[in-house]
């Protein structure tokens, strides 16, 4: 069965310093999306995006974070100037399109660790 | 804005009894969909079962079932016949039907231990 693959498994970076999150959607899906999930908490909506631009995004996705399909397999996730709170998991999704006929599927995620 | 909470943070069963994970949710919505999502050890979360809120009738899927209250927004996740591999973390999910929201809103997770 087709899977949404996520590259790195773990990311250690220096606070302060950029860093690139990779996923590979499921090939035929349309719509892709990144959560979080902060150790000890929720998993957090992040960022939704379809036809190369973002539909929907939410109070935490502010100017340090930003989303691209630089070609036709893969959907990053570029966060700037990293902080601390910044560590946490971050999930990739994708779905064939929206609906309840439509589920979300998940990648096993990226680890991400600020020092 | 929606908010969903699962009051259990873990839970334990004896392999082949049966388990119910608890799952509120609050809305002002009256169309909406829910969603149990199982996150094993790989970390790879799964969708086990869905629910949409003008159906009345409870999903099932195997031996996953819901026990959907709409009254009560309770949303509650039944795995009859446990097994070894139930393992994981499960997570409830709310989805807006109106206003085109794509974003789950999901709980903060009941960790499952199957005894065997």
């Known amino acids: 069965e087709p899977e949404v693959t996520q590259t790195p498994s773990h990311q250690v970076t220096q606070m302060g310093q950029e860093v690139i999150l990779r996923c590979v959607p499921i090939?035929?899906?349309?719509?892709f999306y990144w959560y979080r999930q902060i150790l000890g908490q929720k998993v957090e909506f992040l960022v939704s995006?379809?036809?190369?631009?973002?539909?929907?995004k939410s109070e935490i996705f502010d100017d340090q974070f930003s989303v691209e399909r630089p070609d036709g397999s893969n959907f990053t996730l570029k966060i700037r100037s990293t902080k601390l709170e910044d560590s946490a998991m971050y999930f990739c999704a994708s779905s064939e399109q929206t609906g309840f006929n439509q589920p979300q599927h998940f990648g096993d995620g990226t680890r991400l660790s600020i020092l | 804005a929606q908010t969903v909470t699962q009051s259990q943070p873990e839970m334990s069963v004896q392999e082949a009894e049966t388990v119910t994970l608890s799952c509120t949710y609050d809305t002002s919505e009256s169309d909406y969909y829910l969603f149990w999502y199982k996150q094993p050890p790989s970390r790879q979360m799964i969708l086990v079962i869905r629910q949409e809120a003008y159906k009345q009738q409870n999903a099932t899927e195997n031996r996953f079932s819901v026990n959907f209250q709409k009254a009560a927004k309770s949303f509650s996740l039944k795995i009859s016949d446990s097994q070894l591999g139930d393992a994981a973390m499960y997570f409830c999910a709310y989805r807006s039907v109106e206003g085109g929201s794509e974003k789950l809103v999901f709980g903060k997770g009941t960790k499952l231990t199957v005894n065997p």
């Open positions: 995006f379809y036809n190369n631009e973002i539909s929907e």
């Open positions: 090939s035929n899906h349309l719509y």
